[in-house]
């Protein structure tokens, strides 16, 4: 190639990369403020004791890694974050290979608490009638020592409710709380539905196999099942389900094709966001049928397997967790698929929280 055409190739390259990358070198000292912005939750490798949080600014100016040790440099954020829950000013931290919740304030990371009684393997956490509940797998081997811990907020201390194996994703909604039974070590295919007053499990329904995913709009609980994978030597198709929340019943039912495997469910207003492997797909609450052409691919991005996965204020948020040792990426897309930022966070940036 021309030394002329080499110069022109370098120019474009850093006009694109320039456009598309914005690792802001900021990381030495707190911002002060976490606010109006994504917290990036990345996982760390199990047993590591390296999670961390990541920040995003919404007009996409300020990113900053690792803001919890910056705020708290004496104390370790700990093993294998698994999940954010927002509740008032605070943030709760779920740490699953640590068995504990680290408690902050969400707009400045400032550690208030630490919970680790009552917890056993924790997993998710949603917030209802005044309590906090964290899913539980206890130990990942026994199916039957599965719990919902119930969090008092005034004091954090927890008492348990027993629930069928592997819960996972939990969602709040009047007083009720919907625990997703994915399995755990295993493949499940149940929600259970727990009233927040009596901490009492009210109701169990039969939903498809392995549920990963759970949102609620219009009334109405939707789940994605992801199916049983092939590898668990009796593979079973994905399927997107709607339950009544009036009622607790199963109103509808979508199948995926045969070795479709969804997950990541967000639902904006009418429009339904999921993922397969690499791809986006968009479909709508009223569609009778599953969409065989997905809104765009992250293969460009060498994202071979969406990790993570939001969408908010028409940009969709694609973590990739890479070889799951290293540092890994987020992606921001337009709502169309163009991709417009992408970021360099933790290793195995596991969730999106829009502070």
Request: proline share 3%.
């Amino acid at each position: 190639m021309k030394f002329s055409k080499l110069v022109l190739v370098a120019l474009v390259s850093a006009v694109f990369f320039g456009s598309c990358t914005d690792d802001n070198d900021n990381d030495d000292v707190p911002l002060g403020n976490y606010d109006n912005g994504a917290l990036i939750l990345n996982e760390g490798g199990f047993g590591k004791g390296n999670a961390s949080v990541s920040y995003l600014s919404d007009d996409f100016v300020t990113q900053q890694n690792n803001i919890f040790s910056l705020v708290n440099p004496t104390i370790t954020l700990g093993d294998t974050g698994q999940d954010i829950g927002f509740n008032g000013d605070l943030a709760f931290i779920v740490l699953n290979g640590s068995n504990k919740i680290e408690v902050v304030n969400r707009y400045t990371m400032k550690q208030v608490a630490t919970i680790s009684a009552g917890l056993s393997n924790p997993r998710y956490i949603a917030f209802s009638n005044g309590k906090g509940f964290v899913t539980n797998w206890g130990d990942g081997g026994s199916p039957s020592d599965d719990y919902v811990a119930v969090v008092n907020l005034s004091n954090y201390s927890t008492t348990k409710i027993a629930v069928a194996e592997g819960p996972e994703k939990i969602i709040a909604d009047n007083n009720k709380l919907y625990v997703a039974h994915k399995g755990g070590y295993g493949f499940g295919s149940t929600i259970s539905v727990i009233n927040a007053t009596t901490n009492v499990v009210s109701t169990t329904i039969k939903v498809g196999d392995v549920p990963n995913s759970l949102e609620i709009s219009n009334a109405s609980l939707y789940v994605i099942c992801g199916g049983k994978p092939s590898y668990s030597g009796a593979e079973t198709v994905g399927s997107f389900v709607k339950i009544n929340v009036s009622n607790n019943t199963v109103s509808s039912t979508i199948n995926f094709p045969a070795k479709t495997h969804p997950s990541n469910l967000d639902i904006i207003n009418s429009d339904v966001f999921y993922t397969v492997d690499s791809a986006i797909f968009k479909s709508t609450l009223s569609a009778t049928i599953i969409p065989t052409t997905p809104l765009f691919s992250t293969t460009a991005q060498g994202v071979y397997g969406v990790y993570s996965f939001a969408v908010n204020n028409n940009k969709i948020y694609v973590g990739d967790a890479g070889d799951y040792s290293s540092n890994g990426k987020i992606y921001i897309y337009s709502i169309t698929g163009t991709l417009e930022k992408q970021y360099t966070v933790g290793v195995i940036p596991a969730g999106f929280y829009f502070n």
